[in-house]
C-alpha cells in the first residue's frame, strides 16, 4: 500500500501571494486532515475533511481553506501569505478506524519572504 | 480549548537505558491520546496509542501509560537505541477522527 503523499516538498513564496499545497492520501483514507508544524513546535490542526466535506476546523483565518476531491486527495489554500505562514504544512489521513490511527505525509515546507 | 504540555524538552540518554516523556492534558474530555516520532525531514509517525478506558498498553520496547485521574499519560522507552533518536510528539483528541492537540515536542538523544 502507499503511503501519505505530498507536493511539492518545498516552496519559497513571497508575501500577499497564494498557494496550493497538494496531498494524496493513503489508499482506502476518506479521511484527510491538515496540520500546521512551525519550527520547533508541535503540529497545529488546520482542518479536516470526510467524504469531500469539512468536518473540523482549528484557529485559523478563513484564508486558509481546503478542498478534498472523490478519490480522497485533498489541497490546502492559502490566499494573502504572511511571513508567519513559513512553517511545514502536514497532511495526515485516515479510515475513520480506530484501529490503524492516522498517517502523515513528510510535509510540504512553505517559506514566505 | 484542550492544552497539552509536555516533558522534558530535551532529553539525553545513553544506549541501553530507559527514557519517560510525560505530558498532561487539561480537557477531561479527551480520550483518545496518541504519540508520534518525528525524524528530520520526515513527517510523524504514530509509534502507540491509548483510550481512555486502558490504564497501560505496550508494545515492544514501549509503553504508554494513562492518569484519568491525573490527566497525565506517559511514554516509556527501554533498551533505547541510537536509532530511537528523534522528536516525540504526545497528542490528545476528544474523539478518535478529530483533530489532535499536540504537545510542543521532547528531542531524544541516545548517546552511544
Request: aromatic fraction near 12%; hydrophobic fraction near 30%; glycine fraction near 8%.
Amino acid at each position: 500500500e502507499t503511503g501519505v503523499t505530498q507536493s511539492p516538498t518545498h516552496l519559497i513564496k513571497t508575501r500577499g501571494q497564494q498557494v496550493t499545497l497538494r496531498c494524496s492520501s493513503q489508499s482506502g483514507h476518506n479521511t484527510v486532515s491538515w496540520y500546521q508544524q512551525a519550527l520547533g513546535q508541535g503540529p497545529q490542526f488546520i482542518f479536516q475533511y470526510y467524504r469531500e466535506e469539512e468536518n473540523g476546523r482549528g484557529n485559523f483565518p478563513p484564508r486558509f481553506s481546503g478542498l478534498q476531491f472523490p478519490n480522497y486527495s485533498s489541497e490546502l489554500n492559502v490566499n494573502a501569505l504572511e511571513l508567519d505562514d513559513s512553517a511545514l504544512y502536514l497532511c495526515a489521513s485516515s479510515n475513520g478506524q480506530e484501529v490503524y490511527g492516522y498517517t502523515f505525509g513528510s510535509g510540504t515546507r512553505l517559506t514566505v519572504v | 480549548g484542550e492544552n497539552v504540555e509536555q516533558h522534558p524538552s530535551t532529553l539525553s540518554v545513553q544506549e541501553g537505558d530507559s527514557a519517560v516523556i510525560k505530558c498532561t492534558y487539561s480537557d477531561s474530555a479527551s480520550n483518545y491520546f496518541p504519540w508520534y516520532k518525528q525524524e528530520l525531514g520526515k513527517g510523524p509517525q504514530l509509534i502507540i496509542d491509548i483510550r481512555s478506558n486502558v490504564g497501560e498498553k505496550k508494545d515492544q520496547r514501549i509503553a504508554v501509560t494513562l492518569n484519568k485521574t491525573a490527566k497525565h499519560f506517559s511514554l516509556h522507552i527501554t533498551e533505547t537505541q541510537p536509532e530511537d533518536s528523534a522528536v516525540y510528539f504526545c497528542a490528545a483528541s476528544k474523539n478518535y477522527g478529530q483533530n489532535f492537540v499536540f504537545g510542543p515536542g521532547t528531542r531524544l538523544s541516545v548517546l552511544p
